[in-house]
């Protein structure tokens, strides 16, 4: 590189500038503020808010959205069901304990803020289920089994695809993430969904009836999607099956994600996908080589709600 | 609690040693050290060591082995399929991407130690895929898909479980985790199957073809041999989808895993599963009352090969 | 537990809510929604609000706020220096990295975005000192050796405390945080300072003058502060010296802290100090035993900028 | 780069060895196993074995070694002992609480392995002082405290350094690291030493007695040890004031180090010097261009006794 060259790249580059705080700012103006700080997470959080503006202002994108970790039973899944709403999601995929989770609060029940003063052998008497700090009694699996069984029972004998069965549960919920999707036809992959609740009732379902849930049903909806897409953009929360799986669906086409962020507390030297920077997925040709990307690394349950906060104000304000 | 018991609990406690080193120590020794320091990680590397030579010696156990990362591209394979040789494990729990790279070095394609000086972009031009500091070429790739293409149509036209996949699969490999799991006729589930490479093909191959990939019939199974444990023992690598079927699945039984070892360099504070504390699975029922579990947090790179060559020492040894 | 009780704990507990995002909401009403949600470290930091609201209102205390980590670089020091300007900060503790970059700013320099496609040995060879994603010109190190030599020429020849060392400096510079808490006469402790460019021009200047950093002078300043507390708060940012010279410093009154927050990235099980638990500092008596007090697990130029506007709007709407 | 290069890149890399343990193996041929898979950390702690080998077997090396986190009451202080006995340290930097707790036990005290069934509150009550899984009674600190009330009586009445204090403590004790320190001339530099219980002592001492801890004294014996390595090298243990004081100490001279390592549980995108990559000390010139350096992320209490078993296995029968 010239010396020409190296001043320009250097002159190029913004100054930190220490972050000033009013009381009573909004979000967007916090996140903005980060953004001239613009250093480590916090910096990288206020790209992320830029690129996410971008993906949704975007009209020729899809836009997927990955939903990993127990974020259901953290009071997340209302952030799901909104941007569903808003027309924000046009592909979720998720896991089986999101949606296990999701139809608990959709039947009724209510997830606790758990007391850990209790040990777990205690808490396993008390008849609590723990998620970290959070609690769900025994008597919401009772509920969600019945509410399985009944529903399974209307289902057609034959094989069924996964978001199949995942938008007929959601016609049946009063409200949540599947209830969202189903009404505005979202459709919600699931690939793993037989690891967890759900698995074992269609399991027990299947035994009594000639129903099949297939597999692989899902892709050929999943691969016109893709197809269809002019542009594509990702929202990646956790990483777990949904990331992998959301990434990969675009490897089937020519192009590549055009728009990537991820929120994640994984980190990338253990080599595992959910902590692997969205660099890497340059070199599989996931991510399209001038994708805008970032990674927000931290406890999702602080930098979506941030996030999608600040973006909600751009989008509406600016 | 009284002064007695107090004083009783007190002086029970073991005095933290200094570790030793000699120079060619085995690992059986070096473990010991870090037993008689017994302190953090290292300490709890220690009580690992610990319990699953207990659950490897007990006969009355059923041990499940729950693969999750990418631990195949990683080399960690190896010790897993001679686990498998040795008779210590009756159940594999894996994710569709370990499936993948196995069969990619079952059919004669390797893994590269990665030379990271170049970008992500420039990786792709050259046609490597990065797995953090490990590269895969794209012709593994296409060998793989003509493996599966054949492999495929070799099928009987119906629905099929995963597992009768995947022994299908290790039936036609040289080599790895699958073929020698085939051997040994040990069942190898994989709930999230397409999500990977796999999908893929299968779906393409269900489209000429009266063929099913059954999500749920591998349930039958595995229900059977969760009734048929008198006692069940884990050793989880990583946690993903892996983890939580395997500990799910004793949940049907009244009866809790009564060993669990994890290794995993998540964190149980963001709630995420991979993360949560064995403790956790106690108030779920996953865990018997008195089960004997502890969890290693670290790059499972280092503490598998090193708890499990400590392990096959003092077996043989012991 | 009796049946009663145990009902009476489990009926005690709050449901999880849903979050609700509102485009242009304040950040004091996002982290009440996090409050609401309440899982995890989205709602450790809305209990992290209320704590430090609590600690701020509570007349009677003094605040004690700790400063590691490379947070000035990173934009955060303009936060500090705000609380102290509005007296919120009694006693500051922090790092020889902190003090150096807030210098290097109070005399005029900045610290830049870094443009990260370059290799640390390229930007070397530009004269540019990288933190993570930030970058620093060497210039900025001549000019605050220069300005150094200076202010050092210009102190009494004889032994000083490095709290005195550290006013002096505030009082020459035009901002930051030294400059604020010279200005309000607030102490800033930095048992380190030797771990840093300061104390190599120290050590310069010490060998022409009679000039000795006594570095336990200010012993005496902390330990009447600490009887003179009624009640004590602190805010740890990161771990490193300033938590445990705050929390140890206590330890000499027969008081604990009755307040403390603590931002950290680092996490429990490796044992150090910077990750270890706030229950963990009340086993040492370092806390009260009825403290107030929760860890939030995060970047701290994420959760630091969130609680602190949050708590100012509470101040100054409530 | 031309399509020769490209290829010659491609074919220079190493194929992924999955890796085969036999029982009764030695710590290095573990780690050389290790080697031969070659990805993640433990690719990065073999490759730290051969940096060590390297740096220990090249004479015109001088060796620093940095210890910070809670590694004596770990038990890891055995292992810094040793290698000081062995001449494979020529500079020691460390922590006060590490210089405490090596005290605590050279003067016959001993840490516990926690029973962690009891709350922190209940532990203070029991007198016992909790490090993450250690516990140390509160009579330690009363032996303590009296140890060096004599000790320190002893010293002259006039300005010491913190290494010529730290000497005369070792002198005073039975073993540990200061004892084998100290006999064997081995400096100890330990800048935050104030940060800990031996400050609050002084500073009681030079209440009474013209006595002064002179800061910045250690520079002088640190420079010109600097300046008269022919090469330098550093294993770091965690991060904190050891990491940067080491490497900021040959900034001073034109050479950065040659060998570095650096182990630590930290990461790097938080921005703090602990987690920082030794890449980013480049941009600075604490470490030469050239430099052969490498960062294995883990718990040291496993990751630091495999190293050094290994190396010390290479030594002897290499």
């Known amino acids: 590189m010239g010396d020409d060259e190296r001043i320009a790249r250097m002159t190029a580059v913004e100054p930190v500038m220490q972050i000033r705080l009013r009381p009573g700012m909004s979000v967007g103006e916090l996140v903005e503020e980060m953004g001239r700080a613009g250093a480590y997470n916090g910096g990288a959080l206020s790209r992320a808010a830029g690129i996410y503006e971008d993906m949704l202002r975007d009209d020729r994108t899809t836009r997927f959205f990955g939903l990993a970790g127990a974020m259901v039973p ?20 998720t896991t089986g304990a999101n949606a296990v989770h ?35 009694p025994d008597d919401a699996f009772l509920r969600l089994e019945e509410f399985l069984r009944d529903m399974l029972g209307d289902l057609p004998d034959r094989q069924v695809s996964i978001s199949f069965l995942l938008r007929r549960i959601g016609e049946e919920l009063a ?31 299947s035994q009594s009836r000639p129903f099949i849930l297939d597999a692989c049903a899902d892709m050929k909806e999943l691969l016109d999607l893709c197809y269809a897409a002019e542009r594509a953009g990702a929202l990646l929360v956790g990483g777990g099956v949904p990331k992998n799986y959301i990434l990969q669906s675009m490897l089937i086409t020519p192009k590549g994600f055009d728009y990537a962020i991820q929120l994640t507390g994984d980190r990338p030297d253990l080599g595992g996908l959910s902590g692997a920077t969205l660099d890497e997925a340059r070199s599989w040709g996931k991510l399209s080589s ?23 104000e751009r989008l509406t304000h600016g």
Chains 1, 2, 3, 4 share one sequence.
């Open 102 to 136: 999701d139809i608990v609060e959709g039947i009724g029940c209510t997830h606790l803020h758990g007391n850990i003063a209790s040990t777990d052998n205690e808490l396993r008497g008390m008849g609590l289920n723990r998620i970290y700090d959070v609690f769900l």
């Open 175 to 205: 409200g949540g993430i599947l209830a969202t999707a189903a009404r505005h036809s979202i459709p919600v992959y699931c690939p793993a969904i037989q690891d967890s609740i759900l698995g074992l009732q269609i399991y027990l379902h």
């Open 290 to 312: 001038d994708a805008k990307a970032v990674t927000v690394y931290g406890d999702a349950t602080i930098t979506l709600p941030l996030l999608v906060a600040a973006v909600l």
């Open 74 to 93: 953290a009071g997340m899944g209302g952030i799901v069901a909104d941007l569903i709403e808003r027309g924000m999601i046009d592909v979720l995929v």
